[in-house]
């Protein structure tokens, strides 16, 4: 299914290059983050985190169907009790707050509503989903924890555009490959999830 969704949108991204409307612009928002472990055992605390970066989008003009492209630099995380469990507390690993520092490239299927008599010149809402690859660049002191150089999720949401230029969106994201992993418990890892809200101004 994921190899059919990249594929489809290379393709639409191909075809809508001759014809389409490109805009950019700068972005900021919040994400509010958590950690999917795969066994309970870890109680995870969700954070709020920072992201910002550039948005794209280009739009075939007059049915509302398009791709919206970024990059961006995204901060998550969350809390875990590893002070709680005698396998890190020996070690002298307390609870501690787990940031992860990301380069994100999101690549979403978007449609635009477009059609209502001029009223989306004020305001257009907008529903988009796809996949967003993850670099890890940075993080915090992890004694506990090991993580890949990236990872891979997928997300989805709505949002409106006012003016024909501000553009406020907000979505859920869930990791489908794994971002954090224990280094003395075996194959216990955890995939990012959360909330995000962006406003972007597109030229």
Known sequence: ?????????????????????????????A?????????????TKGLT??????A???????????????LRYSMNGAHENFGDFKVWASDGIENQNV?????????????????MNGFEQILAPFVFGGPVFNFNV?????????????TVAMQCGGGVELFEHWQISGGYS???SYQIRT?????????????????AYLF
């Open 99 to 115: 940031w992860i520092h990301t380069i994100q490239i999101p690549l979403n299927l978007k449609f635009k509503w477009t059609r």
């Open 174 to 176: 869930w990791g489908i």
């Open 56 to 70: 794209t989008e280009l739009m075939i003009p007059g049915i509302g169907f398009g791709i919206d492209l970024g």
């Open 31 to 43: 994400n509010f983050s958590t950690f999917h472990w795969k066994q309970d055992l870890l109680t």
């Open 1 to 29: 299914m994921f190899r059919k969704l990249i594929l489809l949108t290379t393709i639409m991204a191909t075809a809508l290059t001759a014809s389409a409307e490109f805009r950019w612009g700068p972005m900021v928002g």
């Open 138 to 150: 940075a993080t915090n002191r992890q004694p506990a924890l090991e993580h890949p150089a990236g």
């Open 49 to 54: 985190g920072f992201q910002g970066g550039i």
């Open 183 to 199: 280094l003395k418990l075996d194959n216990y890892s955890a995939q990012p999830r959360g909330a995000f809200v962006n406003v």
